[in-house]
């Protein structure tokens, strides 16, 4: 099974900073490389897919990047809206396999 | 637009089965797969398995295989999710999710609602 690692665990912002989330896989997937935000009580919501491709209607100021073993999900002027918990999600192989999550939390 | 209804909340004493329902909407159902993902309190995302709609292959996690059986009955448009043998473990939120698809790209696009499923003596 393909290891997805996000760091950090938890991190804390304040509304207007530049926030970056780390996902590295256990061995390389290319680009098949999901990313989604969760509220509480809520599913999970796609926000980039394919490691960098912005899902509709999800703000641009999110924006991913990488390929292989190693990504980011950056968020480039946090929003209220925006404090939540972010998974990783490799669809490389199956098990499909997503990281622990990192939360959000305003400062 | 698309959508996925699952049942309501269950409790179950250990031991015992469980089976949810995903009522799919606003696509041809035959065209796309159904996930089911779980969330046990305060944890993260676990994939359970996958089946296809067109033709009922499914591909199952290896920790759950003898325990899970997904289903899809097409005049209805419902996915079923069943788990047997549960224990305390089981205790979750459990997703049916159909999956889309960009390009090469695949994702969980479209989520149900989540059933809490609660397993207690």
């Known amino acids: 099974d393909i290891q997805m690692t996000q760091s950090p665990s938890s991190l804390s912002a304040s509304v207007g900073d530049r926030v970056t989330i780390t996902c590295r896989a256990s061995q390389s997937i290319s680009s098949y490389l999901n990313w989604y935000q969760q509220k509480p009580g809520k599913a999970p919501k796609l926000l980039i897919y394919g490691a960098s491709s912005l899902q509709s209607g999800v703000p641009s100021r999110f924006s991913g990047s990488g390929s292989g073993t190693d990504f980011t999900l950056t968020i480039s002027s946090l929003q209220p809206e925006d404090f939540a918990t972010y998974y990783c999600q490799q669809s490389y192989s199956t098990p499909r396999t997503f990281g622990q999550g990192t939360r959000l939390e305003i400062k | 637009q698309v959508q996925l209804v699952q049942s309501g909340a269950e409790v179950k004493k250990p031991g015992a089965s469980v089976k949810v329902s995903c009522k799919a909407s606003g696509y041809t159902f035959t065209s796309f797969g159904i996930s089911w993902v779980r969330q046990a309190p305060g944890q993260g995302l676990e994939w359970m398995g996958w089946?296809?709609?067109?033709?009922?292959?499914?591909n199952y996690a290896q920790n759950l295989q003898g325990r899970v059986t997904m289903t899809t009955d097409t005049s209805t448009t419902t996915a079923y999710m069943e788990l047997r043998s549960l224990t305390s473990d089981d205790t979750a939120v459990y997703y049916c999710?159909?999956?889309?698809?960009?390009?090469?790209?695949?994702?969980?696009?479209?989520w149900g609602q989540g059933t809490l499923v609660t397993v207690s003596s």
């Open positions: 089946i296809s709609a067109y033709n009922g292959n499914t």
């Open positions: 999710v159909r999956e889309g698809q960009g390009g090469l790209y695949v994702y969980f696009q479209h």
